[in-house]
């Protein structure tokens, strides 16, 4: 019998989910929203996770914001104190301060379509390097964008 896909907050499986990476086991999510785009597509994408050993710049973690909301961002970089900077891929702004005590899991391969791709490969460690590099051209490319389509609708 194929396993059926039930969705569910994150508000209400986060403590279970929490349980499950403690115990050493890994889980499978799928991605939801649109801040890691373009590597994962919302509601298209799975990520598989698991509980963070040693966390490093590059990796994608789910970690718990001060608001209670769960989040999936790159790492950035380490932070005086310990503590971590994050980002979403397709986000021009980024969490301060992160914890690792926040920190839930980490991802170790995600699914696009029918593809899995390991976060250790060659390939995957060009791309989140390449897409650091880029940053502060998108960045600007970005503001760019919505300075334009912002002008365009206040014109009759």
Not at 37 to 62: E, F, H, K, N, Y
Not at 88 to 111: F, H, K, M, R
Request: proline content about 4%.
């Amino acid at each position: 019998m194929k396993a059926k896909n039930i969705p569910v907050s994150m508000a209400e499986i986060g403590p279970l989910l929490e349980e499950i990476l403690h115990s050493g086991s890994s889980a499978e999510l799928t991605a939801t929203g649109r801040s890691m785009r373009p590597m994962l597509l919302d509601r298209t994408s799975i990520v598989r996770i698991s509980a963070p050993q040693q966390l490093r710049r590059g990796d994608v973690v789910l970690f718990r914001h001060s608001s209670g909301k769960y989040l999936l961002h790159r790492i950035i970089a380490r932070e005086d104190g310990g503590t971590f900077f994050c980002r979403g891929d397709a986000n021009v702004i980024g969490e301060s301060g992160v914890s690792e005590e926040q920190i839930l899991a980490v991802v170790t391969d995600y699914c696009r379509k029918t593809r899995w791709v390991s976060c250790r490969s060659f390939g995957y460690g060009c791309y989140w390097r390449l897409w650091l590099m880029t940053f502060p051209l998108r960045s600007f490319a970005l503001r760019a964008w919505r300075h334009v389509t912002r002008k365009r609708e206040v014109v009759p």
